[in-house]
Nanobody, 124 residues
Framework: QVQLVESGGGLMQAGGSLGLSCAAS????????MGWFRQAPGKEREFVAS???????IYADSVKGRFTISRDNAKNTLYLQMNNLKPEDTAVYYC??????????????????WGQGTQVTVSS
């Protein structure tokens, strides 16, 4: 099991930028895929982005070209840079650590550990 702690959420106007971080501890960070998911009020949790052990990435169509996922294995930290934010990006964002595969993946069932979430609110 790995422990995950997100930081960096907040309130931003549409068109602005925010960066999220996720500090991991408890097991080797570099071996598995990592991901970001989000859950808006009244909606199910959805995939945002994933990065594999060798840096391969997958993005949801809704964030492609605006969000960038990255990882620093030396610091055991996952990042999500969010640019050109839109009101529909408003959600609680969750960091997730993979437990099965090294390659980036979109499936929530491939992630065994989750952070507590950080709120991102984008005003119009």
């Amino acid at each position: 099991q790995v422990q995950l702690v997100e930081s960096g959420g907040g309130l931003m106007q549409a068109g602005g930028s925010l960066g999220l971080s996720c500090a991991a501890s408890g097991r080797p960070f570099s071996r598995y895929a990592m991901g970001w998911f989000r859950q808006a009020p009244g909606k199910e949790r959805e995939f945002v982005a994933s990065i594999g052990a060798i840096g391969d990435t997958i993005y949801a169509d809704s964030v492609k070209g605006r969000f960038t996922i990255s990882r620093d294995n030396a610091k055991n930290t996952l990042y999500l840079q969010m640019n050109n934010l839109k009101p529909e990006d408003t959600a609680v964002y969750y960091c997730a650590a993979g437990s099965r595969f090294a390659a980036a993946t979109t499936s929530q069932t491939d992630f065994g550990s989750w952070g507590q979430g950080t709120q991102v609110t984008v005003s119009s």
